[in-house]
């Protein structure tokens, strides 16, 4: 089993940027391919982001598109989420999640591993 462990969340203000990264343990994860989801008060577990195994393809969910960047360095079995113009409605519990197969999907369904969550507050 994999263990994903989150960090770099925090307080910024609108405007501000974060880099999260999710440190991947137990299990190589270059065969995964990976994905950042988010969950805000009173709402559903949504994807934010994912990356095929290898880097070379991505997915981003409309409402982060232009902003967020999400990147992948096998070597180190760690991915990142760079997001930039963060808006107050960005806030929400981010979650690293592991497919365990190279391919992306968009729902938290198709993802087998996930870490604990780190909180990304985003003040106007």
């Known amino acids: 089993q994999v263990q994903l462990v989150e960090s770099g969340g925090g307080l910024v203000q609108a405007g501000g940027s974060l880099r999260l990264s999710c440190a991947a343990s137990g299990r190589t994860i270059s065969n995964y391919a990976m994905g950042w989801f988010r969950q805000a008060p009173g709402k559903e577990r949504d994807i934010v982001a994912a990356?095929?195994?290898?880097?070379?393809?991505?997915y981003y969910a409309d409402s982060v598109k232009g902003r967020f960047t999400i990147s992948r360095d096998n070597a180190k079995n760690t991915v990142y989420l760079q997001m930039n113009s963060l808006k107050p409605e960005d806030t929400a519990v981010y979650y690293c999640?592991?497919?365990?197969?190279?391919?992306?999907?968009?729902?938290?369904?198709?993802?087998?591993?996930w870490g604990q969550g780190t909180q990304v507050t985003v003040s106007s």
């Open positions: 990356i095929t195994a290898s880097g070379t393809g991505t």
């Open positions: 999640a592991a497919r365990d197969t190279p391919a992306v999907v968009a729902t938290a369904r198709g993802y087998a591993h």
